[in-house]
Every structure is written in C-alpha cells, then in structure tokens.
C-alpha cells in the first residue's frame, strides 16, 4: 500500500516489515526506499492519474495496480 503523510510519500508491504518505509524520489514517477533494493515506477494513464506501480525488486519486475 501507498499512501502519503506531509507530502511525503510511504510505502507498506510485508516483504519489507511491518513499518511504512519512506519513498525517496528518484524523479516525478520513479522512487526508491532505503532499506531495501527495492525502486518503484508509477505509471499514469492518458488522463495523467496514475493507473499503476512497476516494483522492482531483488531482481525481479512486477506491477501493481491501482485499486483506489
């Protein structure tokens, strides 16, 4: 899950523990967290919404859509 508090960024996921990890920006749609090698690229739609997350991690790509 994604969500965001004082403009920043957080991401939750269990494979990374139970805390939200900061996400650092790496430009306007790709971002980092620093625990991990772990990066995320959000992806928008043609209306510029983002419609979903490209995760990269320990050498594997997956996506992850918007469900909200």
Not at 34 to 61: C, M, P, Y
Request: aromatic share 12%; charged share 20%.
């Amino acid at each position: 899950m994604v969500s965001m508090k004082n403009n920043t960024l957080y991401v939750q996921a269990t494979p990374l523990g139970p805390e939200p990890q900061e996400l650092y920006p790496e430009s306007s749609t790709d971002f980092f967290i620093l625990s991990n090698d772990v990066t995320f690229s959000f992806q928008r739609d043609e209306k510029g919404n983002v419609s979903k997350v490209i995760v990269h991690a320990f050498g594997h790509s997956f996506e992850v859509k918007k469900t909200s």
